[in-house]
């Protein structure tokens, strides 16, 4: 397997050929690589960050998952340890690191891919100064990729401290006064109760629900078997009620899992409407009451964005066409571990590794036959 792009002496680079390109080194384009590398295929793994589990090292410093470790190892490792305990996003991201170098996964870190192409026959990745050409290129770059802020966010005073939940860690960023976190989904209620303890917290939004039971090792050990099969066997596109629901789940905002509404009045947080604009430095919202704040966490989101695809051929909504991660609009363009592609558990730990198990049968069962080894660019001559 050559997965090294020829480098000439100025430090330009070539044009390496392989059969596939993941595009994301998370835990989804890890999953595949598991299988690929089984089925001895030539195959690279492009990741913009600098090491494997950056996605999860980089989330706040308190997170823990809300998935039991019995659910969060992938195909071919269990999560080691205690299977009823809930990893912190560090002990996740080792574990993906681990799990990378223990089956030899071709993982390129610090190469973000910045375009994809395609010449009629085959793509072509740029990631900077390295270029690849591939039969196959499988799309792993993670859901939450835009973080999504509204328009009027610009129009709060600059001595208001502002932060996407991606940019928050803790506490610690923000400055005295008050904060208003925006967004009552598992992050903003989660960060909200965090903020509590430091400085007076408003959370803004409308609760959609909460699961009726406490999170915990009980829920791991007896409730989350049955969300599990839910999320993997009957939410999903091969089932009538999974077709009608799917759309459903996709457009609504999810119950709180671990948080309840009574830990957030227990702590003080103020539960406020939702945010409707700016004016004269102060927050509104629904109702007309406005907000002087310190601080304000946005919770609100994050937009699954490709900007650096440039394949005009492709269709607007060929993101919408694509069945089990298949892009039907582009043969050999894949998805893998976007929200709800196949089953309602499909970006999660518990679904990516069943999800990534079929996208390399389907590449398997259509083998293409394989150009010369290296596609000289003519920048290394
Ligand atoms: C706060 C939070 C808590 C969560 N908790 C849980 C949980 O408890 N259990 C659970 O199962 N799920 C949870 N999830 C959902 C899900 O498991 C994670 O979002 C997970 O990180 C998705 O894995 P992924 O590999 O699909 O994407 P990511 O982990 O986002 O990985 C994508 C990778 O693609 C790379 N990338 C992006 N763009 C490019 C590019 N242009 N070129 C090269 N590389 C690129 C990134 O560097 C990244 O490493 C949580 C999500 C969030 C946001």
Redesign the pocket.
């Known amino acids: 397997m050559n997965t090294t792009p020829a480098t000439d002496t100025g430090g330009a680079v070539g044009t390496a050929a392989v059969d596939t390109v993941i ?7 890890l999953a595949l690589g598991y299988y690929l590398a089984q089925q001895h295929r030539d195959f690279v793994i ?4 600098t090491r494997v589990g ?3 090292r980089s ?1 706040w410093d308190s ?1 823990r ?3 039991p470790a019995k ?2 190892g992938l195909p071919g490792r269990p999560f080691p340890g205690d299977p009823l305990a809930f990893p912190t996003k560090d002990e996740q991201a080792d574990y993906l690191e681990d799990y990378a170098s223990r089956f030899h996964l071709p993982v390129r870190p610090n ?4 375009r994809l192409s395609h010449d009629g026959q085959r793509f072509q990745v740029t ?1 900077g100064t390295q270029r690849w050409t591939a039969a196959n290129v499988v799309l ?6 835009l973080p999504r802020t509204p328009g009027f966010a610009a129009e709060l005073p600059s001595d208001v401290v502002q932060l996407h ?1 991606h940019q928050y860690r803790n506490p610690g960023q923000l400055q005295p006064g008050s904060v208003l976190v925006v967004g009552v989904g ?2 903003g209620a989660e960060i909200a109760l965090e903020t509590s303890r430091t400085h007076e917290t408003w959370l803004a939004g409308k609760p959609s629900g909460e699961l009726p039971f406490r999170h915990g090792r009980a829920a791991a050990r007896f409730v989350f078997p049955v969300i599990r099969f839910a999320g993997l066997h009957v939410l999903t596109t091969n089932t009538p009620v999974g077709r009608k629901a799917l759309p459903k789940i996709g457009a609504m905002a999810r119950p709180l899992i671990r948080t309840k509404l009574a830990d957030l009045g227990a702590a003080g947080v103020h539960l406020v409407p939702r945010v409707t604009g700016v004016e004269d430095g102060e927050v509104m919202l629904d109702g007309g009451r406005r907000l002087s704040v310190a601080n304000v966490i946005w919770c609100t989101g994050f937009t699954e964005a490709y900007p ?1 695809l440039d394949i005009p051929a492709l269709p607007a909504n060929w993101r919408e066409q694509q069945h089990r991660g298949i892009v039907d609009a582009l043969p050999g363009l894949y998805l ?3 929200e709800l592609i196949f089953a309602e558990a499909s ?4 679904g ?1 590794g069943r999800d990534a198990k079929y996208l390399a049968k389907r590449l398997a069962a259509t083998r293409t036959p394989q150009p010369a080894a290296e596609v000289r660019s003519g920048l290394a001559a």
Request: hydrophobic share 40%; charged share 15%.
């Open positions: 595009i994301g080194g998370g835990q989804s384009g492009l990741d913009a960050g950056d996605a999860w989330r997170l998952l809300f998935t659910y969060d190469s973000a891919v910045t990631a792993a770059t993670g859901a939450c990729q939940s598992n992050s650096w893998l571990g976007k970006e999660t730990l518990p990516v």
